[in-house]
């Protein structure tokens, strides 16, 4: 093929995404090729550099999601468009299978509570929403980042969404892998302050410029579709928020590692690790350390039986 796809191959993974209308339509042959070549045409495509070829967890968490929407339904029954206008199970249904439910967190040491929400949707059309921002720009963050670091920042944004909202909402339940997915999108953010001094002198420096350009519009454009959907039933800000932030401090820390100016490096690995640090302190001091949720979320079937005359409580745990 040639050295300069042998250098590549070496130092680049061996994974590449064409920056060019269409590309997207050539296997993967055909894109070694057009890079290994010798030819004054083919040299001049651009081609974007990730570390990976398939977004491996993004594929296994939104699986794992559809499969444990599908399951609630089927334990748990579909709930009156009254009651979920999502199209999914009953209300109480989401606590029961592990949804952020603050009182069961700090009173009943649920602490996986803040965690598990991540696997649960409230309806379908809640599910087709996060899953779509999940598959498409999740899956393709998590080729350029690679596996790791994007479960980092997935997890560590999916417990920081989780914290915000109990401090802000903590009577209410919640569930849903946008928290998280907002956390991908603060990373982004944090990825483009952290490379936005990067040189343009190489092709890849420069295409990875432009790229991050389209990305950052991207993000911003979808934060703002996020924020909208932020109080649709089940749906809180607070998580959406939490992850953001939480995306954005974590990301921090990881991609200042790949700055080569020393100064700048340490500047944002410093500014990442205290902001994660102090943000997670401070929600759990917070939390921890009077947080007085509602009583009531301990009996959750009761609890929306008060608001509704007729509710069914289909999904209660056998004494």
């Known amino acids: 093929m040639g050295r300069r796809q042998d250098r590549d191959r070496d130092n680049l993974d061996d994974y590449y995404h064409g920056y060019r209308e269409h590309a997207d339509e050539e296997n993967d042959n055909s894109r070694h090729k057009r890079c290994g070549r010798n030819n004054d045409h083919k040299e001049d495509e651009d081609v974007y550099i990730v570390k990976q070829k398939h977004g491996y967890f993004s594929i296994l968490f939104s699986i794992s999601q559809v499969g ?6 089927i334990q748990c029954g579909i709930a009156p468009l009254r009651l979920n206008p999502m199209i999914g199970p009953y209300p109480d249904a989401l606590s029961y299978w592990g949804g952020k439910n603050a009182y ?6 649920e602490n996986w509570r803040l965690i598990t929400p991540i696997f649960l949707h409230a309806g379908i059309l809640h599910l087709v929403g996060n899953v779509a921002v999940q598959m498409d720009a999740g899956a393709f963050f998590e080729q350029e980042w690679g596996s790791i670091n994007w479960l980092v920042i997935y997890l560590s944004s999916a417990i ?20 998280a997915v907002c956390g991908l999108f603060g990373a982004k953010l944090a990825e483009v302050f952290c490379r936005a001094c ?23 454009c979808s934060v703002i579709v996020v924020g909208l959907f932020s109080f649709i ?3 809180d800000w ?3 928020l939490g992850g953001l932030l939480t995306g954005m401090a974590v990301g921090m820390v990881i991609f200042s590692c790949s700055i080569v100016t020393l100064c700048w490096r340490l500047f944002w690995f410093l500014t990442g690790a205290a902001l994660t640090v102090r943000g997670f302190t401070a929600a759990a001091n917070f ?27 289909n999904c209660q745990l056998e004494n």
Not at 167 to 176: A, L, Q, R
Request: glycine share 12%; net charge negative; with cysteine.
């Open 233 to 235: 039933p089940f749906v």
């Open 104 to 109: 069961l967190i700090l009173e009943e040491d």
């Open 160 to 179: 920081g969404s989780s914290m915000l909202s109990c401090i802000v909402m903590p009577d209410y339940v919640s569930v849903g892998s946008s928290g």
């Open 287 to 313: 939390m921890y350390g009077g947080l007085e949720p509602s009583q009531d979320l301990e009996d959750v079937c009761g609890y929306y039986a008060q608001f509704f005359d007729d509710y069914e409580c």
């Open 238 to 240: 607070g998580a959406h």
């Open 198 to 220: 990067e040189s343009q002198k190489t092709r890849q420096g420069r295409i990875g410029h432009e790229i991050r350009k389209e990305q950052l519009g991207g993000v911003l």
């Open 68 to 73: 444990v929407l599908a399951a609630m339904m």
